[in-house]
């Protein structure tokens, strides 16, 4: 809205504006008192959420603390360089295992001299000068095949890698198939050859066998020497008849191991199911049966670390609250917030139910956990550790009793439209809400009060002047 116009100080010398100004700004103090209230809340749920946030997260900390990192294991070997393999633990039960491996898993390849060429992207695969195109079909170790045709305008080393590797899209069978290769040797009159591997370690379907063979019907007589061969179906091949095989081929085998004295064969050398929650990842064969011992038992740094964790977790959201709750902070005074984190201190500390108020280890405290002087949590490791050694099943079950309990307490703080912290941020949501229509109504009378004040003086200046202008007349009459 435009202002009226001020003829400031003409006829009266008054500095009108300043007065406007003056009164306006006397006027506008509950308008600067709702606009720092508004200010105030907007800080205030900002720092809420935060504090919503970390106490989900803190959740989700002691959570994993009494879950995930209980069931943590360490893995220990007798031989130090893992040379033959090497073990990681999931859950595994506590104990030793032994392991013998006398051969690992391979894949099957072919890698033939007679597939290397002067120059892969120019020396032909056929002759294509009486034939414009060579078919080929390749069986990999899991038993699929497939076929391809190399035209004149792939007719290269390349072109039949490129070919090969298009084929195999579409292998359902997980690590299934095969996959080519072109290498540079960088020596003699034939530098660039041809390596085809099976993606899957073991023998396979194939006896640990590979098979390239060139189907075209009466032969192109490639110069690979790949041999000529049929398939038995060529509607739905599944077998090739001749062809490029053994004689060509690095033979796929199956790992062997004993485990505990027990022989195994896998066609892998990640090996998950020998014991449950024990993976053994085998390096090397040794004929001599060289055993390597694994020790398993609970992974006390782990505990440790996510105990450190859950304490790192609820610092964060109490020292949001305690940063916000300083003279003038947002949170200042909120003895509603201050008695949330009271709360959550106590569940977490007290003893939980169904745990026995004579044991040793009863509750958070007993294993390490403390609380500080400026309302923080923390926890002695070592103390921790040591209840780790003397009674594991008992810890666990202050994790379990004391998580259910915070956890519950928690999710009644934080749950989304019904939590405490929800409740509170709807009603400022809502308080803002009514103090921004209340702001807009206050600026609205205040810019119209400014306009009346303004037409006031300006009608006042304008009676002086014609009062002044009068006087100035009868002054001239005498």
Request: hydrophobic share 40%; no cysteine; net charge neutral.
């Given at each position: 809205?435009?202002?009226?116009i001020?003829?400031?100080?003409l006829?009266?010398?008054?500095q009108?504006?300043?007065?406007v100004?003056?009164?306006?700004q006397q006027e506008?103090?509950?308008?600067?008192?709702?606009?720092?209230?508004?200010?105030?809340?907007?800080?205030?749920?900002?720092?809420?959420?935060?504090i919503?946030?970390?106490?989900?997260?803190?959740?989700?900390?002691?959570?994993?603390?009494?879950?995930?990192?209980?069931?943590?294991?360490?893995?220990?070997s007798?031989?130090a360089?893992?040379?033959?393999a090497?073990?990681?633990?999931s859950?595994?039960?506590a104990?030793?295992?032994?392991?013998?491996?006398?051969?690992?898993?391979?894949?099957?390849?072919?890698?033939?001299?007679?597939?290397?060429?002067?120059d892969?992207a120019?020396?032909k695969?056929?002759?294509?000068?009486?034939k414009?195109?060579?078919?080929?079909?390749?069986q990999?170790?899991?038993g699929?095949?497939?076929?391809?045709?190399l035209?004149?305008?792939s007719?290269?080393?390349n072109?039949?890698r490129?070919?090969?590797?298009?084929?195999?899209a579409?292998?359902?069978?997980?690590?299934g198939?095969?996959?080519?290769t072109?290498v540079?040797?960088?020596t003699?009159?034939?530098?660039?050859?041809?390596?085809?591997s099976?993606?899957?370690?073991?023998?396979?379907?194939?006896?640990?066998?590979l098979?390239?063979?060139e189907?075209?019907?009466?032969p192109?007589?490639n110069?690979?020497?790949?041999?000529?061969g049929?398939?038995?179906?060529?509607g739905t091949?599944?077998?090739i008849?001749?062809g490029?095989?053994?004689?060509?081929?690095q033979?796929a085998?199956?790992?062997e191991?004993?485990?505990?004295?027990?022989?195994?064969?896998r066609?892998?050398?990640v090996?998950?199911d020998?014991?449950?929650?024990?993976?053994?990842t085998?390096k090397?064969?040794?004929?001599?049966?060289?055993?390597?011992?694994?020790?398993?038992?609970?992974d006390k740094?782990?505990?440790?670390?996510?105990?450190?964790?859950v304490?790192?977790k609820?610092?964060?959201?109490?020292?949001?609250?305690k940063?916000?709750?300083g003279?003038?902070?947002?949170?200042?005074?909120?003895?509603?917030?201050?008695?949330?984190?009271s709360r959550?201190?106590?569940a977490?500390?007290a003893?939980p139910?169904?745990?026995?108020?004579?044991s040793?280890?009863n509750?958070?405290p007993a294993?390490?956990?403390k609380?500080?002087?400026d309302?923080?949590?923390?926890?002695?490791?070592?103390?921790?550790?040591?209840a780790l050694d003397?009674d594991?099943t008992?810890v666990?079950a202050v994790?379990?009793?004391?998580?259910?309990?915070t956890?519950?307490?928690v999710?009644?703080?934080?749950a989304?439209g019904?939590?405490?912290?929800?409740?509170?941020?709807?009603?400022?949501s809502q308080?803002?809400y009514?103090?921004?229509?209340?702001?807009?109504?206050?600026?609205a009378?205040?810019?119209?009060?400014r306009?009346?004040?303004?037409?006031?003086?300006?009608?006042?200046e304008?009676?002086v002047g014609q009062?002044q202008?009068?006087g100035?007349?009868?002054?001239?009459?005498?």
């Amino acid at each position: 809205m435009a202002s009226a116009i001020s003829f400031q100080g003409l006829s009266t010398n008054l500095q009108t504006d300043a007065l406007v100004n003056a009164i306006i700004q006397q006027e506008s103090a509950p308008l600067t008192r709702m606009q720092s209230r508004q200010t105030l809340n907007s800080q205030r749920s900002t720092v809420l959420q935060s504090i919503n946030s970390a106490l989900l997260a803190f959740n989700t900390s002691y959570t994993a603390l009494s879950t995930t990192a209980m069931q943590s294991r360490a893995v220990s070997s007798s031989d130090a360089n893992g040379t033959y393999a090497s073990a990681t633990a999931s859950g595994a039960s506590a104990g030793t295992y032994d392991l013998a491996v006398s051969q690992v898993a391979t894949r099957a390849k072919l890698d033939n001299t007679s597939f290397a060429v002067a120059d892969a992207a120019t020396t032909k695969v056929f002759d294509d000068s009486t034939k414009s195109s060579a078919t080929f079909a390749i069986q990999g170790s899991d038993g699929t095949v497939k076929t391809f045709t190399l035209d004149a305008a792939s007719n290269n080393l390349n072109g039949l890698r490129d070919a090969i590797n298009a084929s195999q899209a579409g292998i359902t069978t997980t690590g299934g198939g095969v996959n080519a290769t072109v290498v540079k040797t960088g020596t003699g009159a034939t530098p660039y050859r041809m390596i085809i591997s099976a993606n899957d370690t073991g023998t396979g379907t194939t006896s640990g066998k590979l098979t390239l063979a060139e189907v075209t019907t009466d032969p192109a007589l490639n110069t690979l020497g790949i041999a000529a061969g049929t398939l038995d179906d060529p509607g739905t091949p599944t077998t090739i008849t001749g062809g490029t095989r053994s004689a060509l081929s690095q033979v796929a085998v199956d790992a062997e191991f004993t485990l505990n004295g027990v022989a195994m064969t896998r066609t892998t050398n990640v090996v998950t199911d020998a014991a449950d929650g024990l993976t053994l990842t085998l390096k090397k064969g040794d004929a001599t049966g060289t055993v390597t011992t694994f020790t398993v038992g609970l992974d006390k740094s782990a505990i440790a670390t996510a105990a450190s964790d859950v304490v790192s977790k609820f610092n964060t959201a109490y020292n949001a609250f305690k940063n916000a709750s300083g003279t003038g902070g947002p949170l200042a005074g909120d003895m509603a917030i201050r008695s949330l984190f009271s709360r959550i201190r106590s569940a977490f500390t007290a003893v939980p139910t169904g745990v026995s108020l004579d044991s040793t280890y009863n509750s958070a405290p007993a294993l390490g956990f403390k609380t500080n002087q400026d309302g923080t949590l923390g926890v002695d490791t070592t103390v921790l550790q040591a209840a780790l050694d003397a009674d594991v099943t008992q810890v666990q079950a202050v994790f379990t009793g004391s998580r259910t309990a915070t956890k519950s307490l928690v999710e009644a703080i934080t749950a989304p439209g019904s939590g405490n912290l929800a409740q509170t941020l709807s009603a400022i949501s809502q308080q803002n809400y009514s103090l921004s229509r209340q702001i807009t109504d206050t600026q609205a009378r205040l810019e119209r009060r400014r306009t009346v004040l303004q037409n006031q003086f300006t009608k006042l200046e304008s009676a002086v002047g014609q009062l002044q202008a009068a006087g100035q007349s009868l002054s001239a009459i005498r």
